[in-house]
């Protein structure tokens, strides 16, 4: 299956400032990565499907500017986590989809924002 | 509204079997997939159903009924390390991932 490497997998920052998380797909070839959002105890939520080359689909609820997704290339997408607070500290993970069947995911990244 | 259903915790012995039961509503069915997740872990794959049926991978098995949207996974002979938390998902009509919440399982010795 597809190999997914996520950067960093924990990060501290403080309030205000943005922080930047990598998803790289390193033998596959992802035209679309998916970034979710897991908080303790609960279930992995869908914060936006990235797209390479365009602009990213954004679910309901998430704020586009401040969560910002670059997929430059088929291999690399970002999240910049803009002027963080507190309450975006959380468990950030990407994956890419293995077609049909199952997902890749990254190692995840752990956010705390102080 | 799509939804799936799964216990919060579920406690076993090891060396036992467990079975822990998915249900789910969704607008349209691509399969549904069990995952393992570990604390401060992504997730990694389990299994994939499509068909109604079993599928069996080595100590785990899980079983889906599209009919009755249920599905289980199923652990045999459980050991320490399977201790951590089991997540359903399905894909809907759009081949979007709708996540449970995922059941903690707590292998006791």
């Known amino acids: 299956g597809a190999v997914v490497s996520q950067h960093p997998s924990r990060v501290i920052c403080k309030s205000g400032t943005s922080v930047k998380i990598e998803c790289r797909s390193l033998d596959f070839q992802a035209t679309t990565m998916f970034w979710y959002r897991q908080f303790p105890k609960k279930s992995l939520m869908l914060m936006a499907t990235s797209n390479e080359g365009s602009k990213a689909t954004y679910e309901q609820g998430v704020e586009k500017d401040k969560f910002l997704i670059n997929h430059a290339s088929l291999t690399l997408s970002t999240l910049t986590v803009t002027s963080a607070h507190p309450e975006d500290s959380s468990f950030y993970i990407c994956?890419?989809?293995?077609?049909?069947?199952?997902?890749?995911f990254g190692q995840g990244t752990r956010l705390t924002v102080v | 509204g799509q939804n799936i259903d799964q216990p919060t915790e579920m406690t076993a012995t090891e060396g036992a079997i467990v079975q822990i039961n998915c249900t789910y509503q969704?607008?349209?069915?691509?399969?549904l997939f069990w995952y393992q997740q570990h604390a401060g872990e992504a997730p990694t794959f389990l299994s994939y159903?499509?068909l109604d049926g079993l599928e069996e991978k080595g100590r785990f098995s899980s079983f889906l009924s599209r009919s009755k949207g249920y599905s289980y996974l199923l652990l045999k002979e459980l050991q320490m390390k399977d201790s951590a938390s089991y997540l359903c998902?399905?894909?809907?009509?759009?081949?979007?991932?709708?996540w449970g919440a995922g059941t903690k399982l707590i292998i006791k010795p």
């Open positions: 159903n499509v």
């Open positions: 969704t607008s349209g069915f691509n399969g």
């Open positions: 994956s890419v989809s293995g077609g049909e069947t199952e997902a890749f």
């Open positions: 998902a399905v894909k809907d009509s759009n081949y979007q991932l709708i």
